[in-house]
T-cell receptor, first 112, second 109 residues
Framework: NAGVTQTPKFQVLKTGQSMTLQCAQD?????MYWYRQDPGMGLRLIYY???????DKGEVPNGYNVSRLNKREFSLRLESAAPSQTSVYFC???????????FGPGTRLLVL | GENVEQHPSTLSVQEGDSAVIKCTYS??????FPWYKQELGKRPQLIID?????GEKKDQRIAVTLNKTAKHFSLHITETQPEDSAVYFC????????FGTGTSLTVIP
């Protein structure tokens, strides 16, 4: 039982490049989330998916797109990376009761 | 939407002393309040949580209290140890999670 996994762990992009961050969970959770974490700003929600087939915007969705590929996988795409998107990205999931939230190990992204 | 405020942003205590972190929330419909600990370079991990129908919950040296009327909840760590040094986040949940901005706790040996 791996919990929540994320790939890649580290990534360096040039401004304007695109990339997809992958997230998968093996806990049969319905809800999945993407957060970004910046110093002094806590965890800010980018997008979330309450169930397979649905996605909703969070606090900071601009510049990102998501896909809930199936119940296990939730990907985050940066179409044209900007230096302001340099951050640590965490994926998380919760079960039916939407209570305990489990986080992945994070992806450190640097946009030059 | 919900707004969660967390104080203080930094906290230093001597080993063995107690530490208290406070959070306030704005939406009275929030019904679940978790606390997460994040060590440097690691993912946030749940350390304790409380539901809106409970006033206090304790787990060894960690306790959380909830005042629904005043819309605030607090994390209490007693007999602090150096390994308690980390960033702590509170959150309130209604449909989704709303996080505070974190408290960096340093326990001085």
């Amino acid at each position: 039982n791996a919990g929540v996994t994320q790939t890649p762990k580290f990534q360096v992009l040039k401004t304007g490049q695109s990339m997809t961050l992958q997230c998968a969970q093996d806990m049969n959770h319905n809800s999945m989330y993407w957060y970004r974490q910046d110093p002094g700003m806590g965890l800010r929600l980018i997008y979330y998916s309450a169930s397979e087939g649905t996605t909703d915007k969070g606090e900071v969705p601009n510049g990102y797109n998501v896909s809930r590929l199936n119940k296990r996988e939730f990907s985050l795409r940066l179409e044209s990376a900007a230096p302001s998107q340099t951050s640590v990205y965490f994926c998380a999931s919760t079960g039916t009761g939407r209570e305990t939230q489990y986080f992945g190990p994070g992806t450190r992204l640097l946009v030059l | 939407g919900e707004n969660v405020e967390q104080h203080p942003s930094t906290l230093s205590v001597q080993e063995g002393d107690s530490a208290v972190i406070k959070c306030t929330y704005s939406d009275s419909a929030s019904n679940y309040f978790p606390w997460y600990k994040q060590e440097l370079g690691k993912r946030p991990q749940l350390i304790i949580d409380i539901r809106s129908n409970v006033g206090e919950k304790k787990d060894q040296r960690i306790a959380v209290t909830l005042n629904k009327t005043a819309k605030h909840f607090s994390l209490h760590i007693t007999e602090t140890q150096p390994e308690d040094s980390a960033v702590y986040f509170c959150a309130a949940s209604i449909a989704r999670f709303y996080f505070g901005t974190g408290t960096s706790l340093t326990v001085i040996p």
